[in-house]
């Protein structure tokens, strides 16, 4: 079935250094990650996504690239700041089967950033 | 717009009795979602629905069913509470093109955190 794996599980930086959090997907038919930020008691938000016809995409200090030949992903986050801690979800959407419009969701990312 | 809107925030329940997650939208998407998410675990799907009077299951269906008989809601009912259901429950909405399923931006409610005792 559809798999997301993402790592690492923790992540612990200091203030202005980057972060990098990498996800891996299993079909290759997948055509929509999104990345969500959810801190601690709050609901998960989206802050960046990417379809598969793009291989890059910015919003000031976060980025994600696409590799679709490798079947991974990943979220950048520069000089990040102590309000960049929390959880951070990679998800993919996959194409095929009876999917439709699900998620599936990677396992999470406790990210910290210490002052 | 409200967006995403769910009730209860809490509740404890003991074990064997039912209740119905109520969550709603106002932003006239198809696609609903129930998910649950355990301490320090991530979001695993529970049932969702591609429009009203539609639903499939997720990855973890049992002991919940879902009924979608409007475009804004799609209550969650749980029978026969068990401890393992204790988890906090979010509902999220987006909009899809039915025809390719392609997605739009997925919006989660503020969650129900449920504690069956």
């Known amino acids: 079935g559809e798999n997301v794996e993402q790592h690492p599980s923790t992540l612990s930086v200091q203030e202005g250094d980057s972060a990098v959090i990498k996800c891996t997907y299993s079909d290759s038919a997948s055509n929509y990650f999104p990345w969500y930020k959810q801190e601690l008691g709050k609901r998960p938000q989206l802050i960046i996504d990417i379809r598969s016809n793009v291989g890059e995409k910015k919003d000031q200090r976060i980025a994600v690239t696409l590799n679709k030949t490798a079947k991974h992903f990943s979220l950048h986050i520069t000089e990040t700041q102590p309000e960049d801690s929390a959880v951070y979800f990679c998800?993919?959407?996959?194409?095929?089967?009876?999917?439709?419009?699900?998620?599936?969701f990677g396992q999470g990312t406790i990210l910290t950033v210490h002052p | 717009n409200a967006g995403v809107t769910q009730t209860p925030k809490f509740r404890i329940l003991k074990i064997g009795q039912s209740m119905t997650l109520q969550c709603t939208q106002d932003m006239n998407h198809n696609y609903m979602y129930w998910y649950r998410q355990d301490p320090g675990m991530g979001l695993k799907l529970i049932y969702y629905s591609v429009g009203a009077g539609i639903t499939d299951k997720g990855e973890v269906p049992n002991g919940y069913n879902v009924s979608r008989s409007t475009t804004e809601d799609f209550p969650l009912r749980l029978e026969l509470a068990a401890p393992s259901q204790t988890s906090v429950y979010f509902c999220a909405s987006s909009y899809s093109i039915v025809a390719t399923h392609d997605l739009d931006t997925q919006y989660f409610g503020p969650g129900t955190r449920l504690t069956v005792l």
């Open positions: 998800a993919a959407k996959f194409a095929g089967g009876t999917s439709y419009g699900k998620l599936t």
